[in-house]
Nanobody, 124 residues
Framework: QVQLVESGGGLVQAGDSLRLSCAAS????????LAWFRQAPGKEREFVAA????????NYADYVKGRFTISRDYTKNTVYLQMNSLKPEDTAVYYC?????????????????WGQGTQVTVSS
């Protein structure tokens, strides 16, 4: 079992930056993928970014590429999402997720563990 706890969300203005954290606990293996998804009101959950456990490979959705950076600190079992140049359309609940089968694909169905989410609101 894996437990995930997100933190760092809040209310910011357009153009501001925010860093989300996700602390993982439980049985964590080096083959796991860590990812961030988000869900805006009335919309489906969508992929944001993923990183493999070693941190050597990443994958980003086109709509955040160049603005968001995913990273992990394996000494703290924590994954981060640095969000810069935030836009109102980035407003959503952001979820941390773990994929045990490896790979960096965006399909939510491949991620078996989820955190409770943290709200990010970007005002214009």
């Amino acid at each position: 079992q894996v437990q995930l706890v997100e933190s760092g969300g809040g209310l910011v203005q357009a153009g501001d930056s925010l860093r989300l954290s996700c602390a993982a606990s439980g049985r964590i293996f080096s083959t796991y993928t860590l990812a961030w998804f988000r869900q805006a009101p009335g919309k489906e959950r969508e992929f944001v970014a993923a990183v493999n456990w070693s941190g050597s490979r990443t994958n980003y959705a086109d709509y955040v590429k160049g603005r968001f950076t995913i990273s992990r600190d394996y000494t703290k079992n924590t994954v981060y999402l640095q969000m810069n140049s935030l836009k109102p359309e980035d407003t959503a609940v952001y979820y941390c997720a773990v994929r045990v089968t490896g790979g960096l694909g965006p399909g939510a169905e491949n991620y078996g563990y989820w955190g409770q989410g943290t709200q990010v609101t970007v005002s214009s």
